[in-house]
């Protein structure tokens, strides 16, 4: 009798898809089981592989947990929360609660290669930073335990402090796999920012060389935090912090360029009154190579030749162009050393980033905690980032109207989405924002987690926005200020546990859980979304919740996808379903209540309207 397909609901199988694109590549490595051979590999690649016990590399205590980690798929679920959310509906963007590693896993089916930038402030390892927790094989079952969701006895979150023996192995192990797994989901043309300080600068540089590639670096920026000096700084005055630059492809980037400053645009002037307008005098050589006794005489007899040292910029035919057209300048006196006249008008739209950005630019630390008392939340969350400053990075990576995504799963206090946001409203941009926080407990009474701050600075920040513009008249597309809230929890399902004792009496257990298998209290709305996610359906996708003989049915994507998650299933409803031809239908499989006969005829008529896949849960 044929069956339907059971619905997969574990996390992205990362190995299995490294191996599918192996075996793409190289389809003569692949044995009679379907796996790989690695000594044909070998002889594929030309004996390239180094067998030797020494090689060039980075590895610490816990390296090789952070593959198995990578590799362990995630069981956990993402809960919609719409009464803390704002426009549940309607919203786009969205801000998650929940340990980032087991977050970034689930997100794997849904937004791999969709996000054009991340952004992350993670815990610099001052020493008395909240750190998250390197056993791996208890990742989600620790979390719960942490945030009460199911009996504590198991190992905590906690500071990793100097005399640790592990102190930097710790932190590694903590970045690797959240880094590894962030990769999956930046676009082919996506970058990373990423803020440390000078304490694991160099852990940092030698993780992401590792990850995206030294070839995939771009940038390492120089951030002035502060403007002013610590003069009772044992040293020096710590006034700086690194932002480093990642791209998943570097070739298929390319960064927007900045507007010019009053300053730079003060450069161009037409002290001659040329037809093109304003300009600048450029040198006519450049600053390295040979010169190859070259020389040009201008039609007024000045004869140059490049310094010594460097070369021509330009060629014969090129000079004497620019010197017809009179895009030649000698100075007010006529005999100083000739240079380009580069016009305004024919520059490029913008100037080139440069890697030190300084706080008058993009912002220090005390502009940061000014924003938050005009939200009226100052005080409360220790070392924010300025809005300029993650501005810049959206500005120089993202594009206005694609409606691109920026991830951040560092949240903290929510700086990212609030950049995002008020850089929309100025450029009537429809970016989306993507906030990960782990509720983090604080002392403070109003807010007792972290992720309780992340989420109302971003509601006061929308309020603001929105009191701004009572009252103008709305000229293009609404813009999106909200966003869906959503808390990592376990599966709504209950799995089967292998591990159990082989007596009877739990035995009997188990077979009662694969029975009735929905955790108590769950909602057919947050089973649609683990439902939803892991299909790889956007979080964000529109739902619609429709009727069909007298049974209701969530219609996904403009009705691609169908999902039925009422119990008394028949032919009626089964018929109706399948008149609306979408490309995927979900049920319950106690919505069949163990009707075999009915579940084969849904097979087949599914089958013959075209339905590609049909799975129960």
């Known amino acids: ?33 379907g796996k790989i051979d690695f000594d044909k590999l070998k002889l594929v690649l030309g004996q390239t592989v180094d067998a030797g016990k020494e090689r060039y590399g980075m590895t610490w205590p816990g390296k090789a947990d952070c593959f198995k980690t990578i590799q362990a798929p995630s069981t956990g679920t993402l809960l919609p929360v719409p009464e803390e959310s704002v426009d549940f509906d309607t919203t786009e963007n969205l801000i998650i609660e929940g340990d980032n590693l087991e977050v970034l896993k689930l997100l794997q089916k849904a937004y791999l290669g969709k996000v054009k930038m991340i952004y992350i402030d993670p815990p610099y390892n001052t020493g008395n930073d909240f750190i998250y927790p390197d056993n791996y094989t208890e990742s989600l079952q620790t979390y719960l335990e942490y945030t009460g969701q199911v009996d504590a006895g198991g ?152 310094p010594k040292g460097t070369y021509p910029r330009f060629s014969e035919e090129t000079l004497r162009q620019f010197d017809e057209n009179d895009e030649i300048w000698f100075g007010e006196d006529g005999n100083s050393t000739p240079s380009r006249k580069t016009f305004l008008a024919e520059a490029k739209e913008g100037v080139t980033p440069i890697t030190i950005w300084s706080y008058k630019e993009v912002g220090h ?44 799963f560092f949240a903290g206090s929510g700086t990212t989405a609030q950049a995002t946001i008020e850089l929309n409203r100025e450029d009537n941009g429809n970016r989306k924002f993507i906030l990960v926080q782990l509720p983090e407990a604080t002392e403070n009474p109003e807010f007792s987690t972290i992720a309780t701050f992340t989420k109302e600075r971003v509601k006061r920040a929308i309020k603001k926005l929105n009191k701004a513009d009572d009252g103008q008249f709305q000229i293009g597309k609404k813009e999106d200020r909200g966003f869906r809230l959503y808390k990592l929890a376990e599966s709504n399902f209950k799995g089967w546990d292998a591990q159990v004792p082989k007596d009877s009496k739990e035995l009997v257990k188990q077979l009662e859980l694969h029975i009735d298998h929905i955790r108590d209290g769950r909602t057919n709305e947050d089973i649609l979304y683990e439902i939803l996610l892991k299909s790889g359906f956007p979080l964000s996708t529109a739902v619609e919740k429709i009727e069909l003989e007298g049974k209701f ?45 009915l579940k084969a005829n849904a097979v087949q008529l599914f089958k013959t309207k075209g339905v590609t896949s049909f799975k129960t849960i």
């Open 1 to 33: 009798m044929t069956e339907p397909e059971k619905l997969d609901l574990t996390s992205h199988n990362l190995p299995a898809d490294k191996t599918a694109e192996l075996l793409r590549l190289f389809p003569e490595i692949r044995t009679e089981e």
């Open 155 to 306: 190992k905590k979150f906690g500071t990793n402090t100097e005399d640790n023996g592990r102190f930097h192995s710790r932190w590694m192990n903590m970045m690797y796999p959240r880094l590894y797994l962030a990769r999956n989901l930046l676009r082919d043309d996506g970058v990373i920012f990423i803020s440390i300080d000078d304490g694991e600068v160099k852990n940092l540089r030698a993780i992401g060389d590792e990850i995206f590639g030294e070839e995939n670096f771009i940038a390492n920026v120089i951030w002035e935090k502060k403007y002013t000096r610590s003069n009772d700084a044992k040293y020096f005055s710590d006034n700086h912090d690194h932002v480093l630059v990642y791209a998943k492809r570097k070739d298929n980037v390319r960064f927007n360029l900045q507007a010019r400053s009053e300053e730079q645009e003060s450069a161009y002037s037409n002290p001659d009154s040329h037809a093109k307008g304003p300009w600048k005098a450029t040198p006519l050589h450049a600053k390295s190579g040979s010169n190859n006794d070259f020389s040009y005489t201008f039609k007024n007899g000045v004869t140059w030749s490049p």
């Open 365 to 408: 630390n005390h502009e940061a905690n000014n924003e938050l008392k005009q939200l009226e939340l100052g005080g409360i969350f220790e070392n924010p980032k300025p809005t300029r400053l993650i501005r810049r990075m959206i500005e120089l990576s993202c594009n206005v109207d694609q409606g691109d995504y920026i991830l951040d």
């Open 553 to 597: 049915v969530y219609s996904l994507a403009g009705g691609g996808m169908l999902v039925c998650l009422e119990k008394g299933l028949n032919l009626d409803i089964i018929r109706a379903m399948a008149e609306r031809i979408p490309q995927r239908i979900v049920c319950l499989d106690e919505g069949f209540a163990q009707n075999d006969q």
